[in-house]
């Protein structure tokens, strides 16, 4: 009977009404969609409204659960104008940009369909989960929509709970591509926009009350605190039990299905770090329910001008990298392995500490790759440049794009500081804007740091030029960052480089987000230095980095950028032919000369022990 109420309540929870967390959904248990998926490009919308704009007819309507050959079979006079189950297959995911010549460079509507088994089960409860589609998905299963979600970096989940069939199934995802100024970001980038549905789709399946959030951290106090929520007929004063490092932890939850417990951390506890990345199994029951990760224990904090990992000045020795996988014809498909070569010429190549992991939310596989090999991550969302900072449309999508990347990150003990944006432009609209996203920081995570890449003016002291760093939304920051390209964008002589001095007005910590300047791979001028030659780049590293050494309270840096990325803003025919190529790696991998100078640098930091 309890079943049966409970299966009674769960399948009137109408499809995609809440927004689940479903915590961990990348590694619960659960059917993978990965495989072969129909797709055909819808340019001009047609399965999305008709000519006057009205719903569009049955034979329009990509996502219908109808066999059109077999319709058109019975029915001679039927009209479709789609029919997905005969439309060319790609394997997902990955951007559609090398599903065929012609979508190298489309910007606009896909629809993806592909059928899946099912075999529902009464008291139990599915969902749909996405790690995240370029830019917009509208989402149904067996003909119904199931929900909608804008935003290319970030999973989203819907429940299909009593839509789905014993038997065959059908998923059918509409993904837009098309940004406008009121987007996040908005049109112009300085990265390919590779849309579709470029992360796993995978069908989970819990009970009927399961765990939707679970954190668990170390505060700076010592404790070890869990807490979440659980969701279903029976979250209400439920028992949750957590095990790690040994301890067992209960909690009762609320009204609400919140839960909270804390315990003194056991004095055994081995914090994560770069250098001993340790990670705990841990284990969330409640109910039916069992949720299981791998979560490191550490703290993260700021003393003057100084970073602290448990309680210890460090050095960021880190580098920039976008999502963007090893080799000539990257789609954006960020795999387990792939994030692992990528971290690789970090941590190893370059004997780096730290990733900024640009420009917004990267793939799961890349965060927990920095948890297991001990890299800190700076992690962001893409409030970039031109933001539309006066509307609230837009603030609202960024501060819910901003909650899904901490919802769906803050186990992982590598992620140290939350960026909420890269070179905007001073004025009031984006300070109040940013100002509430660093906010929303502070309430989502009190365990780590709020930082944003922003910009110095340059001023002349004494013969010499300073960059001065006074922008107004450095009083809500706790990490001060700035891109920097003096040598690069500027005509500076790169020997002049190290005299350039600088002047922060607040005393926090201060990283150098970006610097760095292009090289085509292979390309060398070691007589007269071109600018996109190997040995103007390995010099302006030298002599960058001779500057950045005068800077007494620097705390560290991620030079842009570790491999050269796709970009069609940069169309030099010889240099660049649409790729930014500020990478110390090319596109294959081919180390530059200026790798090993900046290799040499952080050598050299380490063996000091800082
Ligand atoms: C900017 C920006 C990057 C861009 C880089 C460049 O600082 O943050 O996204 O790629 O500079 O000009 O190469």
Redesign the pocket.
């Known amino acids: 009977m309890k079943a049966l109420l409970a299966l009674l309540l769960v399948s009137l929870a109408t499809p995609g009404s809440a927004a689940p967390v479903l915590v961990a959904g990348d590694i619960r248990p659960a059917q993978d969609l990965t495989g072969p998926w129909h797709w055909s490009a819808d340019p001009y919308r047609d399965g999305v409204a008709g000519f006057h704009g009205e719903e569009p007819g049955l034979g329009h309507r990509r996502y219908a659960d109808v066999d059109v050959e077999a319709e058109m079979a019975k029915h001679p006079n039927a009209l479709f104008e789609f029919d997905m189950a005969r439309s060319p297959i790609a394997t997902l995911p990955s951007s559609w940009i090398n599903h065929d010549p012609t979508m190298r460079h489309y910007d606009g509507l896909v629809w993806y369909q592909r059928g899946f088994e099912a075999q529902p089960r009464a008291g139990r409860r599915y969902f749909l989960r996405f790690g995240a589609a370029e830019y917009r998905a509208d989402v149904f299963v067996n003909g119904k929509r199931v929900g909608s979600h804008e935003g290319g970096f970030t999973p989203f989940a819907f429940e299909v709970t009593g839509l789905l069939r014993a038997g065959a199934n059908q998923v059918t995802v509409g993904v837009d591509s098309q940004r406008s100024d009121a987007t996040v970001p908005p049109t112009v980038?300085?990265?390919e926009t590779y849309g579709g549905l470029t992360r796993p789709v995978r069908l989970i399946e819990v009970p009927a009350t399961y765990v939707d959030d679970a954190w668990i951290r170390l505060t700076r106090d010592g404790h070890i605190r869990a807490s979440g929520r659980l969701d279903g007929p029976a979250a209400a004063g439920a028992e949750v039990r957590v095990r790690v490092a040994g301890l067992l932890l209960t909690a009762r939850s609320a009204a609400d299905g919140s839960w909270s417990v804390e315990a003194a951390a056991p004095r055994t506890l081995k914090r994560w770090s770069p250098d001993s990345p340790t990670l705990y199994d841990v284990i969330v029951e409640a109910g039916e329910d069992r949720l299981t990760d791998r979560i490191g224990f550490r703290t993260i904090a700021v003393r003057g001008r100084q970073i602290l990992l448990n309680g210890k000045p460090i050095f960021l020795r880190g580098i920039s990298v976008h999502e963007e996988e090893l080799g000539a014809d990257p789609t954006r498909a960020m795999t387990p392995a792939a994030a692992r070569a990528l971290l690789a010429e970090v941590k190893t190549g370059l004997h780096g500490n730290f990733v900024r992991l640009?420009?917004y939310p990267h793939a799961e596989a890349m965060t927990r790759a920095a948890d297991e090999m001990g890299l800190i991550v700076w992690s962001e969302i893409p409030v970039?440049w031109r933001v539309a900072f006066g509307r609230p449309e837009t603030l609202a999508l960024a501060r819910t794009m901003l909650a899904e990347n901490i919802l769906r990150d803050r186990n992982r003990a590598a992620i140290a500081l939350w960026s909420v944006g890269?070179?905007t432009p001073v004025g009031a609209d984006r300070n109040a804007f940013l100002a509430a996203l660093a906010g929303d920081v502070r309430k989502l995570d009190d365990t780590r740091l709020v930082t944003a890449?922003l910009l110095t003016r340059r001023e002349q002291r004494d013969g010499h030029p300073v960059m001065v760093l006074d922008d107004p939304l450095a009083a809500s920051l706790d990490v001060l960052a700035v891109?920097t390209?003096n040598g690069w964008?500027t005509d500076d002589r790169l020997a002049d480089l190290p005299a350039i001095g600088w002047r922060v007005n607040e005393d926090k910590p201060l990283i150098l987000s970006?610097l760095?300047a292009d090289a085509k791979a292979g390309f060398h001028d070691p007589a007269t230095l071109r600018k996109y030659s190997e040995e103007f780049q390995a010099e302006y590293y030298r002599q960058t980095l001779a500057m950045a050494a005068k800077i007494p309270f620097l705390a560290g840096m991620s030079p842009?950028?570790l491999k050269d990325f796709r970009?069609p803003r940069r169309q030099h025919p010889v240099f660049q032919q649409g790729w930014?190529r500020?990478g110390l790696i090319s596109e294959t991998g081919q180390r530059k000369l200026a790798f090993d100078v900046l290799a040499g640098f952080y050598r050299e930091i380490e063996a000091e022990g800082r």
């Open positions: 980038t300085d990265w640009a420009h970039y890269n070179e890449a891109n390209y964008y970006e760095g842009w950028i970009s930014n500020k």
